[in-house]
T-cell receptor, first 115, second 112 residues
Framework: DAGVIQSPRHEVTEMGQEVTLRCKPISGHNSLFWYRQTMMRGLELLIYFNNNVPIDDSGMPEDRFSAKMPNASFSTLKIQPSEPRDSAVYFC?????????????FGPGTRLLVL | GESVGLHLPTLSVQEGDNSIINCAYSNSASDYFIWYKQESGKGPQFIIDIRSNMDKRQGQRVTVLLNKTVKHLSLQIAATQPGDSAVYFCAENMGGTYKYIFGTGTRLKVLA
């Protein structure tokens, strides 16, 4: 089985540019999560989708961040305009209900560096 | 890759020895727990999970112990191998919700 797929794996961009991160969840998983991981703050939940619908976006830092899930097999996280403080590793994770608590499976991450 | 925290606690073990990694979780209402392994430059990888109606669960070379009285979780790795070197962190989930609280992690170094 293919796991969660993310692209690009690495992204280096200049401040002010638009960045789009992509995720393909595991087939059959109905929940999708975007996380950000930094040295100082660890893993932070940015947004959660269930059945393609955004349920909780309270972790999205500000209006510069947006996320979409147009169908069950694809999601994007966009940063526009990007800033140096957005530099981090961004993970996508997916899960399906397992009867109380859902095991989340993570992708390999996108390492973003904003200069 | 970078995982969590500038000063992760580090556990150094000799190859072939057993490793025990500990985690104190925060919410007494949490009822589902996961251990993840994160290797350098990779995403967190599911290792083993346990529900609150259990005290112990075993996998291949790994065992998770849950002590609800003191809100403590441990991961035991038998016959530690160089490939086990990574950051390990626990995650707790409360009441079947989608939110997890992730621990800060422990770096395991396996000495040859």
């Amino acid at each position: 089985d293919a796991g969660v797929i993310q692209s690009p794996r690495h992204e280096v961009t200049e401040m002010g540019q638009e960045v789009t991160l992509r995720c393909k969840p595991i087939s059959g998983h109905n929940s999708l999560f975007w996380y950000r991981q930094t040295m100082m703050r660890g893993l932070e939940l940015l947004i959660y989708f269930n059945n393609n619908v955004p349920i909780d976006d309270s972790g999205m830092p500000e209006d510069r961040f947006s996320a979409k899930m147009p169908n069950a097999s694809f999601s994007t996280l966009k940063i526009q305009p990007s800033e140096p403080r957005d530099s981090a590793v961004y993970f996508c994770a997916s899960s399906r209900p397992t009867g109380g608590g859902e095991t989340q499976y993570f992708g390999p991450g996108t390492r973003l560096l904003v200069l | 890759g970078e995982s969590v925290g500038l000063h992760l606690p580090t556990l150094s073990v000799q190859e072939g020895d057993n490793s025990i990694i500990n985690c104190a979780y925060s919410n007494s209402a949490s009822d589902y727990f996961i251990w993840y392994k994160q290797e350098s430059g990779k995403g967190p990888q599911f290792i083993i999970d346990i529900r609150s109606n259990m005290d112990k669960r075993q996998g291949q070379r790994v065992t998770v112990l849950l002590n609800k009285t003191v809100k403590h979780l441990s991961l035991q790795i038998a016959a530690t191998q160089p490939g086990d070197s990574a950051v390990y962190f626990c995650a707790e989930n409360m009441g079947g919700t989608y939110k997890y609280i992730f621990g800060t992690g422990t770096r395991l170094k396996v000495l040859a």
